[in-house]
C-alpha cells in the first residue's frame, strides 16, 4: 500500500538509523536455478497485490517468476484496490477457480503482497475446501498497521489494530490445516507499523535487510526466498 511521500519520507528520515541498528541479521537467501523440481512444475502460481495496487506493482515479480521456469502465473487487480478484504477474498476465489478451470491444476500456490495478504487470510478462513498448496504474505499486516490512518476505503478501517476485521480474522487458526505459509518482512518498512505485524505465529519467517515497502517485491532476495519456497518437496507446519 502506498502512504503520502511526504510523510513517508519523514518517517524514512527520521527512524532510519534506529531501524537500521536493531534490524535483526537478514535470512540468507537460497539461489535457485531455473530448472524446477516435477514436484510443483503443474501448480499455478496467483499473486495477489496490496492497497491501493494493481497487477502492474506485481509485474516484476511476475517475469522472474516465469523466467524461473514456472509455467502459469496470473495477477489479480481488484474492482476497488482501496475497498474491504471481504470483498477482495471473493474475487481471489473467483480467480483461483479461473486459473484452475484453465490450467487443469488442482491447487494455486499465491503470493500476496501487503493487505492482499489480509484477503488471501480471509479467502482461506472463509473457504474451507480452498484449493491452495502454499501461501506466502510479503509485508501483510497481519495484526494491523498504525499507518492505515493515513488510508482510506474500506481497506483502511480493516487495517486499523484491533478492529472488527482484524479480531475476527486472527480469531481461531490462523490459517487452515495442510496449507504451508510463510512470511517475509523488511526492518525499515513504514508502512506496517510495528514490524512484527507482519508476521504470524508457528509460521516460517525471513526478514530481507533493506528494501522498502514496495521494494521487496523487486527483490532478488524475495524473489529467491519465494522460490525456494514454491519449490520445497514437503512443508510440515502447525498454524494457531
Known sequence: MRLAASVGATLIVAGWLSLVAAAPAASPAPRATATHTSARAHVPVVLVPGWFDT?????ALRISLLRAGVPYVETLTFEEPTGSNRRHA??????????????????????AHSMGGLATRWYLKTRADAPVRRAVFIASPHRGTR????????GREEM????????????GALLPDGVAAMTISTPIDTHVLPGESATLPGVEDHTVCCPTHQGLLRSDDVFYLVLDFLDRTATTATHR
Not at 147 to 154: Q, R, Y
Not at 160 to 166: A, G, M, V
Open 55 to 59: 497487477a502492474r506493482e506485481l509485474a
Open 147 to 154: 499507518s492505515a490512518l493515513l488510508a482510506w476505503g474500506d
Open 160 to 171: 486499523l489494530p484491533e478492529s472488527e476485521f482484524l479480531r475476527s480474522l486472527n480469531g
Open 90 to 111: 471473493e474475487e481471489i476465489d473467483s480467480v483461483v477457480e479461473q486459473v484452475l478451470a484453465e490450467t487443469g491444476a488442482s491447487e494455486v500456490d499465491i503470493v
